[in-house]
């Protein structure tokens, strides 16, 4: 489960987005970046179960 930062809702998978991120010695660099499908914040914690007990920031 995951947990938004920002707006707090909860959900079991977040977007995923593939982000330019410029390049690096001449290749293109992305980067796969989580967001909460609720609000679009990339603000989000992974929760234990449905508890509130975060595990990683």
Do not use: Q
């Not at 987005?17 to 410029?22: A, K, V």
């Not at 609000?39 to 508890?51: A, K, V």
Request: charged residues 30%.
């Amino acid at each position: 489960m995951f947990k938004c930062g920002d707006c707090g809702k909860t959900f079991t998978e977040p977007r995923i987005e593939h982000e330019s991120r410029g390049e690096y010695w001449g290749m293109p660099a992305y980067e796969d970046v989580a967001i909460c499908p609720y609000c679009g914040s990339e603000f989000i914690d992974i929760i234990e179960n449905n508890s509130d007990k975060v595990l990683t920031n």
